[in-house]
């Protein structure tokens, strides 16, 4: 059973490059989300996307777009990278509802220099 | 603001109880999660509370008490596997969850 996939598992991108990290599910879950988690911070979201076609701005969407053509899909593109975004970023998706616990996939560790 | 604490850091033996506490201050409240996550790897889900009371799942049980803003996770028969960090998380009045930082629990032979 795959869930969540996300990719790439790791990378290291040179300050100012762009980059897509990529999300797919195959649970026909409605809503999705991006968080990054750095030490000793708790989760934060980045962007959600409640249906296909609609996102939403989450708690630190700066620097930050998404996307949601489809139900299966969930791009975060990096438009610009600093290095403050250095952090690991995990994709997650639920049936729909605040109350419906999420599935994450295994994040991407990105490393921005 | 919203507020989620949690301690940071727990140290447990093998075969023994530990209680993980969460206290938060959010704006409105539909339900707390907790969530495990073994160092590099993804949060699973553990359990859901919306209710006063103790959820008992397993090993694992979660309690909350609304009034207090107050839950905690209690493991019991305690295993190396269960070394990991134990994530809180709150549904506000949006819908939208507030984690707390986690708590890295440490179980000892």
């Known amino acids: 059973t795959a869930g969540i996939t996300q990719a790439p598992t790791s990378q290291i991108l040179a300050a100012g490059r762009s980059m897509t990290l990529r999300c797919t599910q195959d649970m026909r879950h409605n809503a999705m989300y991006w968080y990054r988690q750095d030490l000793g911070l708790g989760l934060r979201l980045i962007h959600y996307s409640n249906t296909a076609g609609t996102t939403g701005k989450g708690e630190v969407p700066d620097g930050y777009s998404v996307s949601r053509a489809n139900t299966d899909d969930f791009p975060l593109t990096l438009a610009s990278a600093v290095p403050s975004q250095t952090s690991v970023y995990f994709c997650a998706s639920s049936e729909g509802g605040g109350n419906q616990p999420q599935h994450f996939g295994d994040g991407t560790r990105l490393s921005i220099l | 603001g919203q507020n989620i604490d949690q301690p940071t850091e727990m140290t447990a033996t093998e075969g023994a109880i530990v209680q993980i506490n969460c206290t938060y201050q959010t704006s409105g409240f539909n339900g707390l999660f907790w969530y495990q996550q073994h160092a590099g790897e993804a949060p699973t889900f553990l359990s859901y509370?919306?209710l006063d009371g103790l959820e008992e799942k397993g090993r694992f049980s979660s309690f909350l008490s609304r009034s207090k803003g107050y839950s905690y996770l209690l493991l019991k028969e305690l295993q190396m596997k269960d070394s990991a960090s134990y994530l809180c998380?709150?549904?506000?009045?949006?819908?939208?969850?507030?984690w707390g930082a986690g708590t890295k629990l440490i179980i000892k032979p």
């Open positions: 998380a709150v549904v506000n009045s949006n819908y939208q969850l507030i």
């Open positions: 509370n919306v």
